[in-house]
Nanobody
């Protein structure tokens, strides 16, 4: 079992920055990849960033150059640095961890609200 807790969301003006954290606990040795997702009201949940255990990262086009996903294995924490925020970034942000070694399943955090004002 893996537990994920997101934090760092809040209200920020357009052009500002936020850093989200996703703290993992439990069987973290099972995790092979972690991603960030977001869901705005009335919109589908979208995968915006991902990172593998090898450090390979991927981003959806809308956040490339603005968001950076990173991981600190010693702290069992994944981060999403969000810069140059836009009102359209407003959403609930979730982290997701892939257990690719033990149970072959995904785990979700509870989400953290990010609101970008204009």
């Amino acid at each position: 079992q893996v537990q994920l807790v997101e934090s760092g969301g809040g209200l920020v003006q357009a052009g500002g920055s936020l850093r989200l954290s996703c703290a993992a606990s439990g069987d973290t040795h099972c995790i092979t990849a972690t991603g960030w997702y977001r869901q705005a009201p009335g919109k589908e949940r979208e995968n915006i960033a991902g990172i593998t255990n090898g450090g390979s990262t991927v981003y959806v086009d809308s956040v490339k150059g603005r968001f950076t996903i990173s991981r600190d294995n010693a702290k069992n924490t994944v981060y999403l640095q969000m810069n140059s925020l836009k009102p359209e970034d407003t959403a609930v942000y979730f982290c997701n961890a892939l257990d690719g070694l033990c149970e072959s399943r995904n785990y979700w955090g509870q989400g953290t609200q990010v609101t970008v004002s204009s």
